[in-house]
């Protein structure tokens, strides 16, 4: 396309207020020019407007922090060709600011898009082995969330491939086992009582 060096990927995510962001470039483009960026910035609100109707959607740059200075040699160029654009740029964003709703379109380079985005499937795998084991945040019983930390399990548990190895650990341990649930993709998570014997593995 004219005026288009590269392309990008953009990934959509849902955010806390009901809303959409989407995040570009998430993996096309390891390595990128200023105004690569500047590029993807305005084919994200292009694509932002024409799928999600918003007339100025809000532009943001990924970065370290929402001060002007903040982030490495390509992040600070970047910023001065965004801030020049007749677009709604809204300046840095960090990455607690994706699900926050307070950006509507997420700019960086392919290599941070992609950490961010494997990031996140990291924590949707554990959200959903949360709802397999019929847990809730509001009162935690295996899966507890920590403050400024992340997520950790409050009882060891097993997991394996649904076969002859449950059927095993079950034979061995009937006693142990306290709950059993079936997630996604055929995975059995089985938590036991037992600290001594038990853990959490994911195959």
């Known amino acids: ?81 965004l801030k020049r654009l007749p677009l709604n740029f809204i300046g840095n964003v960090e990455g607690r600011d994706i699900y926050s709703g307070k950006v509507d379109v997420i700019v960086a380079d392919g290599f941070v ?27 935690p019983r295996f899966v507890e969330t920590v403050a400024r930390r992340g997520y950790r399990f409050q009882v060891p548990a097993w997991a394996s491939a649904p076969g002859r190895g449950v ?7 009937p006693h142990r086992w306290r709950h059993r649930a079936r997630g996604r993709r055929g995975v059995v998570l089985l938590c036991t009582s037992d600290p001594a014997r038990g853990h959490w593995s994911h195959r």
Do not use: W
């Open 1 to 81: 396309m004219p005026s288009v060096d590269r392309p990008a990927l953009a990934a959509v995510f849902p955010t806390a207020v009901s809303t959409v962001a989407i995040l570009l470039d998430v993996g096309a483009n390891v390595d990128c020019k200023p105004e690569n960026l500047e590029q993807f910035a305005v084919m994200g609100e292009i694509y932002f407007r024409s799928m999600f109707g918003t007339r100025r959607p809000r532009v943001g740059l990924l970065s370290i922090g929402e001060e002007e200075t903040k982030g490495n040699e390509l992040t600070r160029e970047a910023f001065q060709l």
């Open 113 to 139: 898009g992609n950490v961010a985005l494997k990031t996140s499937e990291g924590v949707a795998n554990l959200v959903r082995a949360r709802e397999a084991l019929g847990d809730a945040a509001s009162n």
């Open 167 to 173: 059927r095993e650990l079950r034979r061995r341990h």
